[in-house]
């Protein structure tokens, strides 16, 4: 056991605090997301070209912004793009990626008769 369960034991009042700061933090984090998620929606559409892979990049980039510690961002915007445009572009990469491994070595090659 950590010691601030512990604290947290003896000290309820503690403990009611920081639930209470981690609840207000979580919900700025979402108030800052739903903002920009039509935007990042745009995006990722943009890229993907398939709105279910679109809307799988938004549902990750939030993800990652649950896990991100905000307290150092100066542009949560602006971050939240980069995010969204980096994941999108890796889906992308991995789709062409699975493509061409799944061809037959020698198949592009090949010229069908007219």
């Known amino acids: 056991m950590g010691t601030s369960v512990i604290a947290d034991r003896q000290n309820p009042q503690t403990a009611a605090v920081t639930a209470t700061t981690e609840t207000a933090e979580l919900h700025d984090a979402a108030f800052v997301f739903v903002r920009a998620r039509p935007g990042l929606l745009k995006i990722a559409n943009r890229i993907l070209r398939d709105p279910g892979e679109a809307e799988d990049v938004i549902q990750e980039t ?40 799944s061809a037959t070595p020698g198949s592009r090659n090949r010229r069908t008769p007219a």
Do not use: K
């Open 62 to 101: 939030w993800l990652r912004w649950q896990g991100t510690d905000r307290s150092v961002v100066v542009n949560p915007g602006a971050l939240l793009r980069t995010t969204t445009v980096r994941l999108a572009i890796n889906v992308l990469q991995s789709a062409r990626r699975r493509r061409e491994s």
